[in-house]
Each structure stands twice: as C-alpha cells, then as structure tokens.
C-alpha cells in the first residue's frame, strides 16, 4: 500500500516530550495520506505504554535494545509505506500545517533531496544548525572559536536568512523531509553512526548523488534541543567518533586533521564549561495561556499565583512561567505565543497528563513539572 506520507518518530526514554510530539503530528497528518511510526530504542522509561494507551494506532516497533540512531531510522524506513518519509526527533512540535506546506513545496522541487525547516527552541529562539554548511575540518575548527573566527570559514549557511528558503549543504536529523526513493539510493543512515553525525552523513551523501537539499524557512518546528543529550565524557567520545568517521569516509584523514578534531571538542567542551547557565530560574509569575477551568484548578493546586493571560500580553519583561494550554489550542496559536518574549519561559501542557514541559535554554536539558 502506497500513501503520500510516513512520519518517523525515534524514541528513547523521553516519554513526556513524545507525547506531546505524537499529538502535534496527529493534529498535522489530518486530512492527509498519511501514517506514523515510532521505533522506540528500548526506553527504560513507560514510553512504549504510553504510545500505547494514548496513541495505539500509531504503528509502534518495540526493540528490545538500544540500537542507536541510525539502525532505528532505518529500520523504520524498511516498513514504511510513504512516497515521502519524515524522519523527526522525540522532542519536537510540528504545526498543523506543516507537512501539508512541506510536501506541497517538495512536490514542486524536480531534484529535491532532503528538505529541512527552521527550528526554534523552547522559547522561540532560531536554532541557527538549522541550516548548515558542509563542516570540512577548517569550518569545523574555526566554529570552535566563535563567531569573528568562524566568520573565515563559516559553519552555518548565513547566505540565507532564517525565514527565507533555498539550497543548503547540511540540514539536522530533528526533522528531515526526503523521498524514500532518494534515502534508499542512499542507502539510509550509514549505521556506524551510533549517535551524532548521522545527519551531516546522511546530507553529504544525498548531496554526493546530484540532489539539492533545500531549506525551507518559512515553516517552523520546535526542537527542544539538548533534552536527551548530556554533554559529559561519553558525549565527546561519540561526537569526536562521529567526526573522525566522517572525515575518513569523505575527505583525506591524517595525524593534522585527527588533531584539530579532537583539539577542537576539548577547547569546546573547556569553553562551554566557562559559561553561566542559569539553571535555578526563579519566577516571579505564574500564567495560564488560555481559559480552562479545569486546567486552572489543576495548576493553582501547585500555583497560587496564577493568572490567565492573552498572547498579546506577553511582551512584558516579567520573568514569568507561562503555562500553554495544548488541549484547547493549536500548535500553531501556541507557536504564535513564543514570538518577539524576553524575560518570559514556557511549559506545554501535556494532552493527557498533568504534566507540561518545555526547555529554557538552547543548549540545557528540557524540563518537566507535575501539577
């Protein structure tokens, strides 16, 4: 059986922000030929009960170990049926229209590769790997340095700005259109990729077979980014494995590339350890974006200083928590909401659970409260 659309969801032990993730794009394949799959890594958490109980239409691969990034996607791919193959990360929100406006602009891209959208954090802010360039070993060293340095040999594909549209090298794994034709001639996720690197592989080797990959900036994803990702020892050695295969694979390797790859994590890793991140946020406000009583009962049992609030009210510079009210809106309202705020953080409430989540910076873990 052939259909228009399979969306792919990758899971591993973030249950809360795949629920929200399923329910954002339940809400976007209406009305379309469409199909979902979720290939759960062996989640210690009740992700695969939850998919479950809340979503059990969804076709659900249950692996009974964690088979990392690549072997998962591919292994979904294998059974999925959709001319078009949306490979998306657990800890994203699409809108409703999202696929519709991405599939209607791919279909009208003769030699499309991979199509890939701008992805906004936790708060609104543009994650600028959205659209990147090819990360030779010089590109690569010189981001470490920041961005006057980086500016010789830029990382990110500045020559389009982030609400426009056009060909790009590199696109990130969170969210990547690509016909399944074209992921089969390229064989997939090249599945020495355990973690990290997949996507730029997976780009680059797209891009080898004469497809243009294409940003489309228009449309909007949230990407919660950093939420299953610890950036400690074992972090590096993955990221530093990553991108040695990569340069092997693609490029002539030596002692001088292996050096600047590995010198380039340890000042990364010595740098981001100078910065300050805020991680005890203290809020002086409460609120509630929408009008649910229920929603209000619910949150003043934990929040006594609770109000409701419209979104044209939240300019204001008050360091406050707002509550979005998934059940009761679209995404894309809620989307609406994390436009042009300052001093202002965000928590999605869950569809089923009384939990919301949401993440404060771009390069934190994501938070969950109970209420």
């Known amino acids: 059986m052939n259909i228009k659309l399979s969306v792919i969801v990758l899971n591993y032990n973030v249950m809360h922000f795949l629920e929200l993730c399923l329910h954002s794009v339940q809400r976007a394949v209406e009305g379309l030929d469409a199909e979902i799959i979720?290939?759960?890594?062996?989640?210690?958490?009740?992700s695969v009960a939850m998919v479950k109980k809340y979503f059990p239409e969804i076709h659900l691969v249950e692996n009974k170990e964690n088979l990392g990034f690549s072997k998962a996607y591919n292994q979904a791919?294998?059974?999925?049926?959709?001319?078009y193959i949306c490979v998306l990360n657990p800890d994203t929100i699409v809108q409703e229209d999202t696929f519709v406006n991405c599939i209607q602009k791919a279909d009208r891209l003769p030699n499309l590769g991979i199509m890939g959208l701008q992805l906004i954090d936790g708060r609104g802010v543009f994650l600028p790997e959205s659209k990147r360039n090819l990360p030779t070993t010089w590109v690569s060293f010189f981001k470490v340095f920041g961005k006057k340095l980086s500016k010789i040999a830029p990382y990110y594909a500045d020559h389009l700005k982030r609400d426009g549209e056009g060909q790009v090298?590199?696109?990130?794994?969170?969210?990547?259109?690509?016909?399944?034709s074209v992921y089969q001639e390229a064989?997939?996720?090249?599945?020495?990729?355990?973690?990290?690197?997949?996507?730029?592989?997976?780009?680059?080797?797209?891009?080898?077979?004469?497809?243009?990959?294409?940003?489309?900036?228009?449309?909007?994803?949230?990407?919660?980014?950093?939420?299953?990702?610890?950036?400690d020892k074992v972090y590096r050695e993955r990221f530093y494995g990553a991108m040695?295969?990569?340069?092997?694979?693609?490029?002539?390797?030596?002692?001088?590339?292996?050096?600047?790859?590995?010198?380039?994590?340890?000042?990364?890793?010595?740098?981001?350890g100078l910065k300050k991140t805020n991680t005890?946020?203290?809020?002086?406000?409460?609120?509630?974006?929408?009008?649910?009583?229920?929603?209000?009962?619910?949150?003043?049992q934990k929040y006594d200083l609770l109000e409701t609030v419209k979104c044209s009210e939240l300019?204001?510079?008050?360091?406050?928590?707002?509550?979005?009210?998934?059940?009761?809106?679209?995404?894309k309202e809620l989307l609406e909401c994390l436009k042009?705020?300052?001093?202002?953080?965000?928590?999605?409430?869950?569809?089923?659970?009384n939990c919301a989540v949401g993440s404060d910076t771009s390069s934190g873990r994501g938070e969950v409260v109970s209420f």
Request: glycine content about 8%.
């Open 38 to 46: 979720v290939a759960d890594n062996n989640s210690p958490d009740n």
């Open 77 to 83: 791919v294998e059974i999925a049926n959709g001319e």
């Open 169 to 180: 090298e590199i696109l990130v794994g969170a969210f990547m259109l690509v016909k399944k």
């Open 187 to 231: 064989r997939g996720f090249d599945e020495r990729y355990f973690m990290y690197g997949e996507d730029i592989d997976f780009s680059y080797s797209v891009q080898q077979l004469g497809y243009e990959n294409y940003y489309l900036g228009s449309e909007k994803v949230v990407h919660f980014k950093g939420e299953s990702t610890t950036k």
């Open 244 to 272: 040695k295969l990569f340069y092997k694979k693609y490029f002539k390797y030596t002692w001088v590339t292996d050096l600047i790859i590995s010198g380039g994590i340890h000042v990364s890793s010595f740098l981001g």
């Open 280 to 300: 005890d946020i203290s809020f002086e406000k409460y609120k509630l974006f929408g009008e649910s009583d229920e929603l209000m009962h619910l949150l003043k």
């Open 315 to 331: 300019k204001e510079k008050d360091d406050s928590l707002i509550f979005l009210d998934t059940r009761n809106y679209t995404y």
């Open 340 to 353: 042009g705020v300052d001093r202002q953080f965000f928590r999605f409430i869950l569809p089923h659970a």
